[in-house]
Each structure stands twice: as structure tokens, then as C-alpha cells.
């Protein structure tokens, strides 16, 4: 199948962002893109990086005039869409949404973001309640997608858990990067560790991982911290963890990647993880710790 990726930089214009995605969207489809996957949060900047209550007004109900805008773009492509929005649930709850839609326009399906981190300049926990839909795959006419976001992607679990539901590929919209104060060296290991577990997951789990991260550098509202640089390097893997692709750290990018999801069938006879998995003995793995 194949995927197209957008790694861009955000201004503050929803509507900028909104029409720079649509063109590119529309380039990607021209180029034989069949499911087109963007960064997390995309219409805005990263407002977490300060608590600030007016920061809820860019968020946007589900559905609302923000999926009409990405179901007639989808549409109007012929493709399957994996967007990310700040969902505005009822007054006081809102969430970090996915919204998957299907090559007619209309929503195939939606996640929420089940691990919502709480750290200088990603306070998230202010804005986000964890999802509670579950870790659910979308159905869709390309496959089953095993969409998560962000935060999730450090945790073994969430990518299981897509896995054992039926997931043919594990999707993470992102938004990452670098605070300025941190050495080069500890900037490295922090993007490394990222590439590395995610890598994991693929291999664990013999499934393809598509992560699509944004870049460029944007400030901090406050002053309180030197800001993010977002540090790009979207990339997809393989079922064992192979690079099939990988994007700059520093730049802006658009391109369309052919993966082969039969492979996923061989690796998993090569590698049969899910028949050795000893669930017997997974019991204590709902405890917070073991402490005894």
C-alpha cells in the first residue's frame, strides 16, 4: 500500500495550517498515495506548552465543521485520512482525538488518547482527559489501523493491546521534540530512545509503525522555557523493525512510501510472538507495581 506522510512546521492560523495540509494532501493523492497520515494536532500550534484557559477555544466538536473540512478533502482525494484534533466533547471535557476518514468523506472511526503527559512545556493533563474508547483498530477499505498518538508510543502495552485486536499497521500522529536547555549529546539519546522503542513495537508485534512527527521551532508563550524544536525524523518501519523510510530532523516534507503488509503474515510464522505469549502468567501486569 501506499502511504503518504506530511512532517510540516505550524503557524498560528488554523485556517493557514487547514489549507497548507489540503495541498499537500491533494499532491500526495495525485502521487498514488492511498492513506495519507498527518502530525498530531495540526491545525494549531503546540499550545501545551503553557496552561492557559483560552487555549479551549481551539478546539472543535466531532463531528463539526473541522471533519467536514477533512472528510470533503479525503473525498475529493479518493483516500483514507488519519487526521489528529483537539476534540471538544461538552464544556469542560475535551480530548486529543484521531479521526480517521474513509475514501467517501465520512468517519471511519476515531481514537482518543489514552496517555497524556504532564511535563515542562507539555502540560497536557490541563487540557486532555485520557480517552476511553479503548485501543480500538479503525476499519477502513486499506485495513485495519492501529491509530495512537503521541505519548502512547512509549508503552508496549497500547501497541499490544492494537495488535491483539486486529491491527494491520500502528499509526502515531506525534509532536515531539527538543527543549533548548538539554546538551546535543542527551538530545540524541532522547530521539534515538524514541526511534527505538517504537521500532520495538514493530518487531514485538510484527506490524509496520508509521510516525509521523511535526518540525520547526516554536516558542514558548511564557518565556518560561527556551521553547520546542520540533525534531521531524517521521518514519516507517517495517514488521521487523527495518527502515522503509525515514524524514529529516530539520525540515518540512511530503512523500509517499510503498509498504508491503503481506510481509506481516511471513514475519509473524518466522516469529510467532502471539502463540508463545505465556497470558497465564500476564496477571500482575494490570498492577500499577509489584510491590510483593
Known amino acids: 500500500m501506499k502511504i503518504g506522510i506530511i512532517q510540516q512546521h505550524n503557524t498560528p492560523s488554523p485556517v493557514d495550517n487547514r489549507n497548507r495540509l489540503a495541498k499537500k494532501i491533494k499532491d500526495l493523492a495525485s502521487r498514488g498515495a492511498e492513506l495519507v497520515v498527518l502530525q498530531e494536532l495540526h491545525d494549531s500550534l503546540y499550545f501545551c506548552q503553557v496552561e492557559n484557559v ?116 500502528l499509526i502515531y500522529p506525534t509532536a515531539i521534540g527538543w527543549e533548548s536547555s538539554d546538551s546535543n549529546e542527551e538530545k540524541e539519546r532522547q530521539r534515538e530512545a524514541w526511534i527505538t522503542v517504537q521500532r520495538g513495537h514493530a518487531v514485538a508485534n510484527g506490524l509496520p509503525v508509521i510516525t509521523v512527527n511535526r518540525v520547526g521551532r516554536e516558542e514558548d508563550p511564557s518565556g518560561m522555557t527556551g521553547g520546542i524544536q520540533f525534531w521531524g525524523s517521521s518514519f516507517i518501519t517495517g514488521p521487523q523493525g527495518e527502515f522503509i523510510y525515514r524524514a529529516p530532523d530539520d525540515s518540512e516534507t511530503t512523500d509517499v512510501v510503498d509498504v508491503d503488509l503481506k510481509r506481516s503474515e511471513q514475519v509473524r510464522r518466522w516469529w510467532p510472538f502471539l502463540r508463545d505469549r505465556r497470558i497465564e502468567e500476564y496477571g500482575k501486569i494490570t498492577r500499577r507495581y509489584i510491590d510483593d
Not at 471535557?93 to 482518543?112: C, P, Q
Not at 483498530?137 to 485495513?143: L, N
Request: charged letters at 20%.
Open 54 to 169: 483560552d487555549c479551549f477555544d481551539l478546539a472543535t466538536a466531532i463531528p463539526g465543521e473541522t471533519t467536514d473540512f477533512y472528510g470533503a478533502v479525503a473525498r475529493e482525494c479518493g483516500i483514507v485520512l488519519v487526521t489528529s484534533l483537539f476534540e471538544r466533547r461538552t464544556a469542560g471535557l475535551y480530548h486529543n482525538t484521531a479521526v480517521v476518514f474513509e475514501k467517501d468523506g465520512s468517519i471511519a472511526g476515531k481514537y482518543r488518547k489514552m496517555h497524556i503527559p504532564d511535563d515542562p512545556a507539555y502540560y497536557e493533563k490541563f487540557y486532555f482527559t485520557p480517552g476511553d474508547i479503548g485501543f480500538i483498530p479503525v476499519s477502513t477499505s486499506v485495513g485495519h489501523l492501529g491509530v495512537l498518538v503521541c505519548w502512547d508510543q512509549w508503552y508496549p502495552e497500547a501497541a499490544r493491546l492494537m495488535a491483539m485486536a486486529g491491527a494491520e499497521m
